[in-house]
């Protein structure tokens, strides 16, 4: 018989190497887009009508795709594009159809969550494509960073005519797999450093509200990227707080910031702005953080691809974000 010393040793070295091994968990990367391929557009949320998405239907055939538009676009109840089971049906049918090698929201909102457990994702699960969106279509990022399926966090198809020239092609480099580095000025409040892991996140509110289901993310050793509109500031402050309390800022290896866009205040004002809460809220943490990141709910919404490992750089200069 073994000494127990040694298989304590041995037990203790098993489990290192297994949780070493779910650290390390190997994320798949759809297949990325080539000319003549399809791409489907359509809604999981808010009701679009279809002359709205002419310019994205435009931009997507002019890099040579086929586009497929979803029986939710042009229907509505109330604020939705259609009812849940409807909405639920045309993602499944558009996860399911081999010929659609990606699927873009058309428009954010809310209604995401209503229909996520109504999917089945078996398939999709063989052959994974990419989903595109973001805002409320967080839920739908976190739910395959669950499955390590890779996703893009980009514009919606809604706001394709308006887009900046260097949002347009962020997708459309992201999409297609050509490289994505990003090198922005400095922001007052980055704390510098270096770090690499994998990226994480989106909506402040909605990763708030996917909190305690299975849709969460694994925060632990994440970049985690995060972005938020038209929120009470001291609802920000109390989304961050959770966090803190929760302990999900505690493994992290680093926080990007987005924008915090068009914020709203009490009559008698909270005395911080969304970034100075954060900043507050993250003060004593030693890992480097970028602010004013140009993705969200801003004129320069950039593409990220969401599991894929990024490795950044923050400096007096500028901050660097590059993925692999």
Do not use: C
């Amino acid at each position: 018989m073994k000494n127990p010393t040694t298989l304590f040793y041995i037990t203790l070295f098993g489990l290192f190497l297994f949780q070493t091994s779910q650290a390390q968990r190997k994320m798949i990367t759809p297949e990325f887009l080539q000319k003549g391929d399809t791409i489907g557009i359509l809604a999981t949320a808010r009701k679009v009508d279809l002359v709205s998405l002419k310019p994205a239907i435009k931009l997507l055939e002019s890099w040579g795709l086929h586009v497929e538009i979803g029986k939710t676009i042009g229907k509505e109840e109330n604020q939705l594009a259609g009812p849940d089971w409807l909405r639920a049906t045309d993602f499944q049918d558009m996860l399911d159809n081999p010929k659609i090698k990606a699927i873009w929201a058309a428009k954010g909102g809310y209604g995401t969550v209503r229909i996520i457990d109504r999917i089945d994702f078996t398939q999709f699960k063989k052959k994974p494509k990419w989903i595109a969106g973001f805002s409320d279509i967080t839920v739908l990022h976190s739910h395959l960073n669950n499955m390590n399926i890779e996703t893009i966090h980009s514009f919606m198809a809604l706001n394709a005519g308006t887009a900046q020239p260097q949002v347009l092609e962020s997708f459309r480099k992201a999409l297609f797999g050509e490289k994505l580095e990003y090198h922005i000025p400095t922001h007052p409040f980055n704390k510098k450093g270096t770090a690499k892991g994998e990226l994480v996140g989106g909506n402040l509110s909605v990763l708030y509200s996917v909190m305690g289901s299975k849709s969460e993310i694994d925060y632990k050793d994440k970049i985690l990227f995060i972005e938020d509109l038209d929120e009470y500031l001291y609802h920000i402050d109390r989304m961050m707080m959770n966090l803190k309390r929760n302990g999900y800022f505690d493994g992290l290896k680093a926080v990007i910031v987005g924008g915090m866009s068009s914020m709203n205040d009490n009559e008698i004002p909270w005395g911080k702005d969304a970034l100075e809460i954060i900043q507050d809220v993250l003060k004593d943490y030693k890992f480097p953080i970028i602010y004013n990141f140009p993705a969200g709910h801003i004129k320069d919404n950039r593409a990220l691809i969401l599991g894929k490992t990024v490795s950044i750089t923050v400096n007096d200069k500028e901050a660097v974000v590059k993925f692999e």
